[in-house]
């Protein structure tokens, strides 16, 4: 991937010639070790203004959200098994996007690159356009669920709307815009390797997810750079997420001074409209692994430290077959939050499951479809129905034990106590002992 603002910015042939076109300074952008095999390599060289170095030393943002108290130390994170649902999360017309962003669960260490961060961000401020912020932790997987984000990176813009996602890999640079208004969504923050697509096996060579539609920003670049590089008035500000604590520097030159840039390592953004649906035209539909839009893959080949998933509108055809997922006890952790519409194991509404809200459902935590919707499911008329027009709920599901911080049990106060009990409080006894077995289950004769 390529893109100039300018035809002549990019050297050709080579990337880093002893004094690169229009007096940019090149600089290498690298999201895996320089000797990571080459189907994960992944560099990108820029072609800037300033090298991105220039700027006074860094001091901790104490005040800042993430800084206070260490909320998001790991050592603070509360590890249970109990099925967790919320409320929708509330809008935050205070906040920018930076300072709404809310850990609601995770996993793992940054300072390891090991494991996930799970956030919920609310905001109603466009970030200031002398401020940027990026992340060391992590790779930043956005899904918009209300407003649209206009989001300016190093290397470019993206649109991100509702129904839409977007990642921002770990270190690039970037200022968020609210063109329509206050926002809300969700995140997840990877703190090792980066997303990609997921094997196809049978499926072939096209299906989900497809490469052709996943869209990288084109170059943009401003021209401040202050009096002097140096020594100009420093009003931009630079903050830095490192190990779940915010950074902060000023300096006098734009940090969006990239002109031109090519490599592989790059934000980008996916229609989630995109998304090549594929499903069972027999009976009993696949695993919800089935719906997966990007992976990230931990070193045990088919185990994701983190799956993005979605349960997209489709047709649902498959005969004498219980069509919404089953009950069930996984080994993965399971964090679901829903864009828009309903979902199709649970009811809608009022202290249902409602878009804007979550579900945690954890290591081996029983779960499934709740006690109405099963009854619905069980006795529906199996004809071919197109399910869930306007809708979209996903998944984060991860090989790691999630546990829940602080604010996501209780300062929020979104947590739903009745959960539990709404959902599988009145499940049925279905069960009818076949005549002539004896109490304990042998046939008589
Ligand atoms: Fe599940």
Redesign the pocket.
Known sequence: MASTRIMSALPIGQNSPQKPPHGLYAEKLSGTAFTAPRHENKQSWLYRILPSCAHPPFQEDKGGPFNSDKPYDASKLQYIPNQLRWDPFDHDEQTDFVSGLRLVAGAGDPTLKQGIGMYIYAAGKSMDERTAFYSADGDLLIVTQDGVLDIRTDLGWLLVRPMEICVIPRGIRYQVHLPSGPVRGYALELYQGHFTLPELGPIGSNGLANARDFQAPVACFSEDSGATAAEGPNTYTITAKFNNTLFKTQQSHTPFDVVAWHGNYYPYKYDLGRFNTIGSVSFDHPD?SIFTVLTAQSDHAGTAVADFVIFPPRWMVAEDTFRP?WY?R?TMS?FMGLIDGVYDAKKGGKGGFMPGGASL?NVMSG??PDADSYEGARNAELKPVHFGKGSCAF?FESCLMVGVTEWGLNTCQKVQNAYVDHSWGSVKVHWKKPEGASADGHLLK
Request: hydrophobic share 10%; proline share 22%.
């Open positions: 919800p997922p069930h996984n399971e459902h779960h499934g998944m």
